[in-house]
């Protein structure tokens, strides 16, 4: 399947965004530069790589495409130029925002593929939440911790979907494919974003009495 170039960028700043932070998160863990590498790997291509699989599209993401293999190696090569730079400007708050901002790109990414193939819509929504959670909570058990997704009530997987909800109900009013993915992106990101910064939480499931 050749991608719209438009699809192939945000497929490359999802990439590099949870890259980003599995970088982030195995520095955190003290790694060393195989355990680093191993980690941001995983983060960055878990989610797509499963996306493939289950739309039975071959060659994988990124063995079509090895430039990102590069892309990669080259931010675990140079991490130790930028990464404390980056830490002393944001603060703790890096990782959060390249994972929400790898959430809203990988989610399109995988919303768009799957309206691509034909699937229902919500299959596609699903394939999306699929797309931006597994990278993440692959990094999480691979760095020996419970994944946040499932663990801090902050919405996470439910701000994927809304994304992706926002996305195929403009896609399917015939707007051109960067308004509506440029939309369900801001709509996933930004949701995230809101949830940190209003530290919103969803209630444990099914509710706890006492």
Known sequence: ???????????????????MSGLIEATRKRMDIVGVFSVAFVSAFGGGTLRDILLDRRPLFWIENQEYLWLVLAMVATTPLWLQTLRHK???RLMELADAFGLGLFAISGATLADAAGMPALVSMMMGVV???FGGVSRDVLCNEVPKVYSDH???????LFGCGVFLALNATGLPLPITTLAG???ATGSRLL??????????????RD
């Open 131 to 133: 797309t931006a959670v």
């Open 195 to 208: 949830a940190l910064v209003f530290d919103v939480r969803l209630p444990a499931w099914p509710a706890h």
């Open 90 to 92: 944001v603060g703790g």
């Open 154 to 160: 902050r919405p996470y997987a439910m701000c994927a």
């Open 1 to 19: 399947m050749n991608l719209h170039p438009f699809l192939v960028a945000i497929e490359v700043g999802g990439t590099l965004a949870f890259a």
């Open 185 to 187: 992106i801001a709509a």
